[in-house]
């Protein structure tokens, strides 16, 4: 299957295709909807079968009044449309990506969507996320549920409260990643220019969990909750200053972290990886069979990507990192990551203190 999400226009999207035969039946008016939305756009991934999955999202102002009870007046984004197709695949979890960069692009903190109750493996996608029921909606059409997101509605768990970032009780580190694997890891913090649109970015890769895999001993002191500021390393045969080639792109959340010890054997490893890693299975395996005296797997969130990177220079010069320090895994102060944070153009309201 072509792992590649597009955004296209509505005129551009094929609604014969079988995709969209279950939406025409759960809803009567779903053919003038969708030929109405012609300039719109929307999310889509296809494969040689056809449509796979498709998002369309806007943004609503003002109360939200066909809805029991009603959602108050406020500007939100709307879940229009989310369909789909099941393959035993991470497609979910990175459509509900799309999802949330999109309302942290606008600058809002509250999504909600309409679902049928038979849609459960949908609603459980949108629940594992954070969502939760509302209320209902009514129509000819039949009832539907009522399921919302709000960044500020935190629950104290770091997939539940996705993307926000728990800022207290935690520490905080930067951890450093040759560029070569941050580029499969973190696509939409690749350095095309010195500001991006994450929504414009759509590859394969960019999904809400990773798995890391690292052959520093200090990052044993990891602890679930935890929170990483990504630091890429310049090229390696860059000839240039780290001072200037070197950057800090994104903010991730450490779910949980392994040891090699914490595996059976080979296989259990690679099982577990390959779960949540953009790595082949004989690049693991190598990782895995090297002789080297430690080796753990940091499994985090990629909660947010930075709209301005931080170079090794600035890191230093305004953010007070140790210049001497030894930058494949620093531990941060708090002084140290706030200034990360406000230096590198980070919406706040999703970092909470």
């Not at 999955?53 to 066909?66: I, N, S």
């Not at 229009?80 to 799309?98: D, Q, S, V, W």
């Not at 080297?292 to 709209?307: F, W």
């Amino acid at each position: 299957m072509n792992e590649l999400i597009q955004l296209k226009r509505f005129s551009e999207i094929n609604l014969g295709d079988s995709f969209f035969n279950s939406l025409k039946e759960d809803y009567k008016g779903f053919v003038n909807w969708f030929k109405n939305k012609a300039d719109e756009n929307a999310f889509i991934l296809e494969s040689e079968d056809g449509i796979e999955a498709f998002l369309y999202l806007k943004v609503e102002k003002g109360p939200v009044t066909d809805v029991t009870p009603y959602l108050d007046d406020h500007t939100r984004v709307k879940i229009g449309t989310m369909k789909i197709n099941p393959h035993g695949t991470r497609l979910g979890e990175r459509f509900i990506k799309k999802a949330f960069d999109f309302a942290v692009s606008k600058g809002l903190n509250e999504l909600y969507v309409t679902v049928f109750p038979k849609h459960d493996s949908l609603i459980n996608i949108y629940k594992q996320y954070g969502f939760i029921e509302h209320g209902k909606k009514i129509t000819s059409d039949g009832e539907e549920l009522v399921l919302v997101k709000s960044f500020s509605a935190l629950k104290g768990n770091v997939i539940l409260d996705y993307p926000v970032v728990i800022n207290r009780n935690v520490n905080k580190y930067l951890l450093a990643i040759y560029p070569e694997f941050h580029t499969r890891l973190f696509p939409d913090s690749i350095l095309r220019t010195e500001r991006f649109d994450v929504i414009e970015d759509v590859s394969h890769t960019n999904s809400i969990h990773k798995a890391y895999i690292s052959y520093m001993e200090d990052v044993s002191k990891l602890n679930a909750g935890d929170v990483l500021v990504i630091y890429r390393t310049k090229e390696r045969d860059d000839p240039g200053p780290a001072e200037y080639r070197s950057v800090a792109t994104s903010v991730c959340v450490v779910e949980e972290i392994k040891s090699k010890k914490d595996f059976k054997n080979r296989d259990d490893f690679v099982k577990y990886c390959m779960a949540y890693s953009v790595f082949s299975n004989n690049e693991l395996i190598k990782w895995y069979m090297a002789r080297k005296p430690y080796l753990y797997v940091i499994r985090m969130t990629y909660n947010i990507a930075m709209t301005k990177r931080l170079t090794r220079g600035q890191l230093i010069k305004d953010c007070g990192i140790e210049r001497n320090a030894y930058w494949g895994f620093i531990q941060l102060a708090d002084r140290n990551f706030n200034r990360i944070i406000e230096m590198g153009g980070i919406n706040e309201s999703l970092i909470v203190n």
